[in-house]
């Protein structure tokens, strides 16, 4: 475990201590509130620590665990090592498991796991990115039946049919031959998703690269460059946006 990573954990740790000591007898709506506000500062270990304590009061609370599983995925992206990318990302995808079985007919409870799948497959396996591509188009077709206004919902099942569009011939033929039938994605499925994305909610950069990137997948340099160019114009906001960018520039260097 690197030095700086073990600091930021031995921090949150003291926070959490602070926070059981002085906040027990607050109620956990006070709790969550002081974790969103911490979380829209994009303090992960800070509000994690609210929302751990807000738990003890609320086991039960769906949102809460949407919210805790958001944290362990922002620390994830913020560890160094594969070991403890994959221990976070298992404890967030934990409870994002536990949220979407509270809470079946709720749109953000059902598409946490699906996002935090897709945090972890890169980190993973052929054989548990086959399955995680199975759990995660299942999961964003569920979000999305129940609220066809969820834009992340739209990114994800976008990202889904991106990634499986990309994949070659002959990486799905091994892949098929020893795991199983590898789900088809399709570019104009996933132009179709991250433009209802925008549609929905004009203000996130990353479904913005995303298609982008997707016109670069079919050959459409100019529509590309138009809209990468526009994603990386826009200020960062939430967690992912630098790496969002960092790929899009990435793929503006190798368009012709």
């Known amino acids: 475990m690197s030095l700086s990573f073990s600091i930021k954990t031995f921090s949150a740790t003291i926070l959490f201590l602070l926070i059981g000591a002085t906040t027990r007898a607050g109620s956990a709506d006070d709790l969550i509130k002081s974790g969103d506000d911490l979380d ?22 769906a949102s809460l665990l949407v919210r805790i599983a958001r944290q362990y995925r922002h620390l ?29 007919n709720d749109s953000e409870a059902q598409l946490s796991p699906a996002i935090s799948y ?15 591509a199975r759990r ?16 992340l919902a739209w990114d994800v099942l976008g990202r889904w049919n991106k990634v499986l569009a ?7 033929a091994l892949g098929s031959l020893i795991y199983g039938e590898l789900p088809m994605g399709s570019n104009a499925d996933a132009v179709v998703c991250f433009q209802k994305a925008i549609e929905i909610n004009p203000n996130r950069l990353m479904h913005y690269i995303e298609l982008g990137q997707t016109y670069a997948q079919m050959g459409k340099t100019a529509e590309a460059r138009r809209l990468i160019d526009k994603g990386l114009a826009m200020p960062d906001v939430e967690k992912d946006d630098p790496e969002i960018k960092r790929r899009g520039r990435e793929t503006l260097a190798k368009l012709q």
Request: hydrophobic share 40%; no cysteine; charged share 30%.
């Open 40 to 61: 829209l500062k994009l303090k992960a270990s800070e509000a994690l620590a609210f929302y751990l304590e807000a738990e003890k009061l609320e086991p039960k609370n």
């Open 76 to 104: 994830m992206a913020d560890a160094t090592t594969r070991e403890e990318k994959l221990k976070l990302g298992g404890i967030g995808l934990g409870y994002a498991q536990r949220a979407a079985a509270l809470a079946p």
């Open 118 to 132: 897709g945090k972890l497959v890169p980190l993973q396996g052929i054989k548990e990115q086959m399955e995680a």
């Open 136 to 151: 995660i188009k299942e999961a964003a077709d569920k979000a999305i039946r129940l609220n066809p206004h969820n834009d």
């Open 166 to 172: 990309d994949v070659n011939g002959i990486k799905r």
